[in-house]
């Protein structure tokens, strides 16, 4: 059995075990946030395309989730994947306006339409506004409850793991391959003969849809869906997260969401409004020197143990 | 005449001047970022913050130590920009070359802290700064009045945004920092300060920021979110002009605040992102931008 194989089982067996000793709803907050970065860090860890607009996907499956669990009382799963769909379909009309330009611009591009995107939320009356769609029902999923947190928790947690797989099988497919091969020099995977502009839009609308996953499953966990989530801060912190753990490493993103989350739920009534103050500094130190992340510094640190080039 | 396409005149001359004094705003802080993305490759997140910060150095000046607006609106401006000196020296060197995404996360977070900490400090509601009493009042006009302090802005923001243009495009300093925008190694092969001129270059922007930030205080409430609101339009502004040509930006900024202007008095559900919904049309038809040049 290879090294990596026992790292995923020793994973799945913490995940399970979980719930047992630390409180699940903390835990089930971990696992959206990291499957939200991982959907993002397939578009900058292996793309190289920056959005700084992913928030919005969050909080319109958020959005449609809740509205079609509360107002259509359609069932849970159904709801999850309408949440998830209309963000792939989102993500499609948005990604191909934004891949039209490159670096920078992409990511000026993402950021001012989620923009548009949250005036528009604001304004909407499906969304209620500033008070947000409360008093999501979480419903239940063959017959189990999911009301009941351990329940939901053992949903997520098969969310997470089953996203988890498929964003590993993408990275090591040929698609995958291409998507590397942009990120390292689009010029020359052009001149191959590739259609970039859909490889970028694919990989685009595929982020986009997980992000959405991570989006309805935390409108289930905390029964309501707000403004926030579709705010620019909330796209900030996926960078931050993703950065933090490692941008272009499988474990990175998972590391950098339980970090950050943690870390906002340790200090949210110790420090108030400083929070902001830490994350933005986290960038800062991250950026300046740390910018291979926590796994990807720990990664080059043990090659160097062992005597191996980086 | 007291009617223009069914809105009174009044009202129609008074969203196009508020359009103007917003399009003014934009312009300073979209030429101010093409101004350091051509010499830093940066994109400046924190422009938005540092624009809030000068709007907070002419209220604090006002309420702590009695400086008053047309001091501030020297000595703000100085102060940002020595700020900005600073991040350039301390930071953003360090990051000249590596991709450019870099240089926009770290000064995201570098927006991240200064909001959080202003925020902190004098909590998200406005504080009033008043309108000094050489500008308050109004010009009757006939027609309309027209309020001395949204004239005051608009004069005073087309003067520094067109000498910067004069600066940049006609004299010889301005000449140096082309030709180190276009090849810095060659430029400083020829003797010049190149690292220096970046340094400088960073600052000027910093306090074009500053320099908005106080006009824009007594206008509106100095805010500490005031930056972060605006800067977003800005980046809208600057992917619909291209950063290429420093009279496009100027021009898009200006065009763009009257358009929201007047959509305010045609159709309001729609000012906000009227902006955007223009920023994804020239994406169809024209990637590059209005005035832009994409390699």
């Known amino acids: 059995m290879s090294r990596s194989a026992i790292g995923y089982i020793a994973l799945l067996a913490f995940g399970l075990a979980a719930p047992f000793f630390i409180y699940p709803v903390l835990v089930m907050k971990v696992l959206c946030f990291a499957l939200f970065a991982c959907a993002f860090n397939l578009l900058l860890g292996y793309t190289g395309l920056l959005s700084f607009g992913h928030a919005v996907f969050l909080g319109t499956a958020g959005y449609v989730t809740g509205h079609a669990l509360k107002v259509w009382e359609l069932p849970t799963l159904v709801g999850l994947l309408a949440g998830a769909g209309a963000a792939a379909v989102l993500g499609w009309v948005i990604g191909s306006l934004a891949i039209r330009r490159q670096g920078i611009y992409f990511a000026m591009v993402t950021l001012a339409l989620a923009q548009m995107m949250f005036f528009f939320f604001l304004q909407a009356s499906f969304t209620g506004g500033e008070d947000g769609l409360q008093g999501i029902p979480r419903g239940t999923l063959f017959g189990i409850d999911l009301a009941d947190d351990m329940n939901l928790y053992y949903l997520v947690l098969a969310i997470f793991a089953a996203s988890f797989w498929l964003i590993q099988r993408v990275i090591h497919s040929p698609f995958g391959q291409i998507l590397k091969a942009i990120r390292e020099n689009e010029p020359r995977a052009i001149s191959l003969g590739y259609d970039v502009a859909k490889y970028k839009l694919l990989a685009f609308v595929l982020s986009a849809g997980l992000a959405g996953l991570a989006g309805a499953t935390k409108a289930l966990v905390f029964k309501f869906a707000t403004l926030s989530d579709a705010h620019w801060h909330t796209s900030g912190e996926v960078v931050l997260m993703t950065l933090l753990g490692g941008m272009g490493t499988v474990f990175g993103p998972l590391v950098g969401a339980s970090v950050i989350v943690t870390l906002q739920n340790e200090l949210a009534d110790k420090v108030g409004s400083l929070v902001t103050v830490i994350m933005g500094a986290i960038f800062v130190v991250c950026v300046l020197a740390f910018r291979r992340g926590i796994v990807g510094e720990s990664l080059a640190l043990y090659r160097r143990m062992i005597g191996q080039k980086p | ?295």
């Open chain 2, 1 to 295: 005449m007291s009617e223009i396409f069914g809105i009174p005149i009044q009202a129609f001359m008074g969203q196009l001047m508020l359009g103007l004094v917003n399009g003014s705003f934009y312009a300073m802080l979209s030429l101010g970022l093409a101004v350091i993305f051509g010499m830093l490759n940066i994109i400046n997140f924190a422009h938005g913050a540092l624009y809030m910060v000068g709007a907070f150095m002419a209220w604090l000046g006002l309420t702590y130590l009695d400086i008053g607006y047309w001091q501030a609106l020297l000595l703000a401006p100085l102060c940002v920009g020595v700020f900005g000196v600073l991040i350039e020296r301390t930071m953003l060197q360090w990051l000249y070359k590596l991709d450019h995404l870099y240089g926009l996360l770290l000064t995201f977070g570098l927006a991240l802290v200064l909001e959080g900490l202003f925020i902190n400090i004098f909590g998200v509601s406005g504080q009033p700064y008043s309108i000094p009493d050489e500008l308050s009042g109004a010009f009757n006009l006939g027609f309309m009045f027209l309020p001395k302090y949204r004239a005051w802005v608009i004069v005073s923001s087309l003067g520094v945004c067109f000498a910067t243009w004069y600066v940049i495009e006609k004299t010889q300093l301005g000449a140096y920092l082309r030709a180190a925008t276009e090849n810095p190694k060659l430029t400083q092969a020829f003797g010049i300060n190149v690292p220096l001129m970046v340094m400088l270059t960073y600052g000027f922007g910093a306090a074009l920021a500053g320099f908005a930030g106080v006009l824009a205080a007594p206008a509106i409430q100095v805010s500490p979110l005031m930056g972060s609101n605006l800067i977003i339009v800005v980046f809208a502004v600057v992917v619909i002009g291209g950063m290429g040509s420093i009279l496009g930006s100027i021009l898009t900024g200006i065009g763009l605040g009257v358009i929201e202007g007047l959509t305010k008095v045609f159709w309001p559900e729609a000012s906000a992102t009227v902006v955007f919904i223009i920023m994804a049309i020239v994406l169809m038809i024209r990637p590059a931008g209005l005035f832009g040049r994409e390699t």
